[in-house]
Structure formats: structure tokens, C-alpha cells
């Protein structure tokens, strides 16, 4: 069992910065994979961003070059340092991880933090 918990999230001018911060706990030894996804109102949620526990990283199109997303050694947490936003962004962000034991793998998610790009 593993717990998420986001922060960070808030109100910034299109072109700020956010860093946002997710902390897991409980069976943090068996995670394989982190990240995170967003759904902006009306829409899906769609993936953003991901790191394994070997520190690979991937990101959407839409926010390489603006976006890094990182972890600390345990994979106890992970980070999502929002640059150059746009209001385009604006989402509820939500943290995500996944467990592998054995052949079984699990999914976790957070309970999501609000984002908002606006002037």
C-alpha cells in the first residue's frame, strides 16, 4: 500500500514558475515508477511526466523544454518544476506511482493539486 500526497500547487502569472512536491509513503521499497498526470477542466487527464527509480525520465510533448521532473534517492518523493507556464496548464495535477511485485504491478494516485496560469 502506498500513500501520495501533493503540494505546491497555486495561482501564477503565465510565464511563473511552480515546483510541485509529492510524498510517498507506506511501500515505498516496491516503487518502480513515478509521476505525474493533469485534467484540465473538461477535458481527460493525460499524462505529463514520469521517472523511475533509475532517475530515466519522460515527458508529453506538450511540456518538454518547461517541465523536469525528478526524485530524491528513495524514490520517497518526487518533484515536477513547472517553468514558462502557460495558461494551458491550468489543471488539477495529480501524482501518481507504480508498484511492481513480481508480475503484479499497481497503481497509486494522489489526491490531486490545483494549478492555475492566469493574469
Known amino acids: 500500500q502506498v500513500q501520495l500526497v501533493e503540494s505546491g500547487g497555486g495561482l501564477v502569472q503565465p510565464g511563473g514558475s511552480l515546483r510541485l512536491s509529492c510524498a510517498a509513503s507506506?511501500?515505498?521499497?516496491?516503487?518502480?515508477?513515478m509521476g505525474w498526470y493533469r485534467q484540465a477542466p473538461g477535458k481527460q487527464r493525460e499524462w505529463v511526466a514520469t521517472?523511475?527509480?533509475?532517475?530515466?525520465?519522460n515527458y508529453a510533448d506538450a511540456v518538454k523544454g518547461r517541465l523536469t521532473i525528478s526524485s530524491d534517492n528513495g524514490q520517497n518523493t518526487v518533484y515536477l518544476q513547472m517553468n514558462s507556464l502557460k495558461p494551458e496548464d491550468t489543471a488539477v495535477y495529480y501524482c501518481?506511482?507504480?508498484?511492481?511485485?513480481?508480475?503484479?504491478?499497481?497503481?497509486?494516485w494522489g489526491q490531486g493539486t490545483q494549478d492555475t496560469v492566469s493574469s
Open positions: 507506506g511501500s515505498i521499497y516496491n516503487i518502480a515508477l
Open positions: 521517472v523511475t527509480r533509475a532517475s530515466r525520465q
Open positions: 501518481c506511482a507504480e508498484t511492481v511485485d513480481g508480475t503484479y504491478v499497481r497503481g497509486y
